[in-house]
C-alpha cells in the first residue's frame, strides 16, 4: 500500500497507472528530457478518496481535460477513463482514505519551446494523505505571512489551468513562509488585493453572516471553493464575491482557506494579526464533513 511516513515518494510501494496500464510505483520513470520538466506543460489535479469514494471525481476530470486545452493539448482518454483509471488505482493500492494525482505532460520526442510533436502522458498515482496542515490547525487556524510574490494578471498566464508552471510561484512563498515560521503565504493578486493561499482558496467572514471569497479572475476556481459557497448559502449566510483589500483584513472576525488536501482549515493569524475561528468556521467544517462522509468521532480521534 502507499504511504508517505518518511518514504522518499519514489522509494514507496504500489501501483501507478501510466498510460494505460498499472505498472509497478517504482517503474513509473520518465526522460530526463521530459519535455514539461523544462517547459512546464504539465497539468494535474488533487483528489480525495473518502470511505473509498473519490469527492467530486467528475469536476476534478474535467478540469484536468480543461487545464489541458489551456495549455494547448489534448489527454489522449476520455473523462469516463480517467475516472475510472483513479477508482483501479484507489483500488489496486487498497487506498480508501487517501488522495489522488492525476498528471498529464508532454513527453520527450521534441526539445524546445515549440514541440507539438510531443507524445501526451498520463499517469494517475494514489496514496494515504490524512492531514496537509498540523492536526490542530483545525481548532487552533494556521498561521500565513504575505508573500511577496504574487498571483499574475489573466493576461500574463493561463490562470485558471491547474498547471506545475503557475504553482513555482506558490513553492517559492510556500518556502518563504516555512523559513519565516508560518504554516502558508497569502498571496495576493497582481494589483494587491487579497488572492488566496498557494494551495487553497480564501473565505472571509465579516459580521455575523456574511461569507466574502474573492473572485477567481487570476486564480483557480477551486472545486471546494465552489462546494463550501453552497454550503455556506444552505446555511443561510450571505455568500459575496468580491474583491477584499489588505486593510479590511482587521475587520474580518474568522478567516479560513479551502482546498482539497486543505478542506476547511481556520487561518489563526496573517502576518501581526490574529484571529480565532469562530462559529461559521466551526459549522461549514462540520457540514464538509459530513458531505465528504467523515464520521467526526473517528476524524477526531485521528487528529
Ligand atoms: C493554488 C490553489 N488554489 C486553490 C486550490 C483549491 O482548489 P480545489 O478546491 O479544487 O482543490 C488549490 C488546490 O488545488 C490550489 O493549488
Redesign the pocket.
Known amino acids: 500500500m502507499a504511504t508517505t511516513n518518511s518514504v522518499p515518494f519514489h522509494e514507496m510501494d504500489g501501483w501507478i497507472w501510466y498510460d494505460g496500464k498499472l505498472v509497478p510505483w517504482q517503474d513509473a520513470k520518465l526522460h530526463v528530457l521530459t519535455h514539461a520538466l523544462h517547459y512546464a506543460s504539465c497539468v494535474f489535479e ?1 483528489e480525495r478518496v473518502y470511505g473509498g469514494q473519490i469527492f467530486k471525481l467528475r469536476e ?1 476530470t474535467n ?1 484536468l481535460i480543461y487545464s489541458a486545452d489551456l495549455l494547448g493539448f489534448e489527454i489522449p482518454w476520455t473523462a469516463d477513463e480517467i475516472d475510472a483509471a483513479c477508482k483501479e488505482t484507489a483500488k489496486a493500492n487498497k487506498i480508501d482514505d487517501g488522495y489522488v494525482r492525476p498528471v498529464a505532460w508532454r513527453g520527450s520526442e521534441q526539445m524546445g519551446v515549440s514541440a507539438p510533436g510531443t507524445k501526451i502522458h498520463l499517469a494517475i498515482a494514489v496514496w494515504t494523505w490524512p492531514s496537509y496542515f498540523s492536526p490542530e490547525a483545525r481548532t487552533k487556524g494556521i498561521s500565513m505571512v504575505t508573500s511577496k510574490w504574487r498571483r499574475p494578471a489573466p493576461d500574463t498566464a493561463p490562470v485558471h489551468a ?1 498547471c506545475s508552471g ?2 513555482m510561484i ?1 513553492t517559492l512563498s510556500k518556502h518563504e513562509a516555512e523559513a519565516k515560521g508560518y504554516d502558508d503565504a497569502l498571496m495576493l493578486d497582481w494589483k494587491g488585493r487579497v488572492a ?6 480564501i473565505f472571509m467572514m465579516f459580521g455575523d453572516n456574511k461569507v466574502v471569497t474573492p473572485p477567481t479572475d487570476c ?2 476556481n ?4 465552489q462546494t463550501v459557497m453552497e454550503l455556506a448559502k444552505k446555511r443561510g449566510y450571505e455568500v459575496v464575491e468580491r474583491h477584499v483589500e489588505v486593510a479590511e483584513l482587521k475587520n474580518v472576525k474568522e478567516i479560513f482557506v ?5 478542506e476547511i482549515t481556520p487561518v489563526g493569524k496573517i502576518d501581526d494579526m490574529t484571529f480565532t475561528p469562530g462559529a461559521i468556521t466551526k459549522a461549514l467544517i462540520e457540514d464538509y464533513d459530513r458531505l465528504v462522509g467523515r464520521v467526526p468521532a473517528k476524524a477526531s480521534a485521528a487528529e
Do not use: D, V, W
Open positions: 488533487g476534478h478540469r491547474k503557475l504553482y506558490c488566496e493561499a498557494t494551495g487553497a482558496n486564480f483557480l477551486g472545486i471546494t471553493r479551502t482546498g482539497t488536501a486543505a
